[in-house]
T-cell receptor, first 115, second 116 residues
């Protein structure tokens, strides 16, 4: 079974631009979560989607948004990029219905550099 | 509030040494899950183990073993006879079993360097 895939793997943007990252979960998984990893803050939860609905959201500004499609694929968008948005963005998937009890499997991440 | 603490920022050992990575968690929930993930330089988080709050049995998988003690809120990870390929950042994480969310709360990670 294929794992979680994320595209693109690397991205360079300039301040003020916007960016869209994509995540395809493991086949059959309906829950997708996003995490931001930075050297200073570590791994932080961004948001979680299940059946096209946002189920939970972390403490990030409104510039960070996401969505999930009917095939469970998910995208996250960051508008008006700031230097501090430079990070590794990780997507994770799980089966979904009982998210708190399930194991999340992670993709390889997208490394975003904001100049 | 929930919290995970990995007090060891970096550990360096020589190959074949045993090494233990510490993890202490805080939660008021009675149902919760604990995880360990490994992050090699490539960046992907690799799942190692999941434990629920009602199962305090220790687990061994090859050279890896885990010691879960609710009395001390700890979930420690031991690598026996370490190898260079074990070099990575290791994260301990907590999720709350009740409620409809899979949000993971991570510790700051422990960087393990195994020297040949």
């Amino acid at each position: 079974k294929a794992g979680v895939t994320q595209t693109p793997r690397y991205l360079i943007k300039t301040r003020g631009q916007q960016v869209t990252l994509s995540c395809s979960p493991i086949s059959g998984h309906r829950s997708v979560s996003w995490y931001q990893q930075t050297p200073g803050q570590g791994l932080q939860f961004l948001f979680e989607y299940f059946s096209e609905t946002q189920r939970n959201k972390g403490n990030f500004p409104g510039r960070f948004s996401g969505r999930q499609f009917s095939n469970s694929r998910s995208e996250m968008n960051v508008s008006t990029l700031e230097l501090g948005d430079s990070a590794l963005y990780l997507c994770a998937s799980s089966l979904g219905p009982s998210a708190g009890t399930e194991t999340q499997y992670f993709g390889p991440g997208t490394r975003l550099l904001v100049l | 509030a929930q919290k995970v603490t990995q007090a060891q920022t970096e550990i360096s050992v020589v190959e074949k040494e045993d090494v233990t990575l510490d993890c202490v968690y805080e939660t008021r929930d009675t149902t919760y899950y604990l995880f360990w993930y490994k992050q090699p330089p490539s960046g992907e988080l690799v799942f190692l183990i999941r434990r629920n709050s009602f199962d305090e049995q220790n687990e061994i998988s090859g050279r890896y073993s885990w010691n879960f003690q609710k009395s001390t809120s700890s979930f420690n990870f031991t690598i026996t006879a370490s190898q260079v390929v074990d070099s990575a950042v290791y994260f301990c994480a907590l999720s709350i079993g009740s409620g409809n969310t899979g949000k993971l709360i991570f510790g700051q990670g422990t960087t393990l360097q195994v020297k040949p």
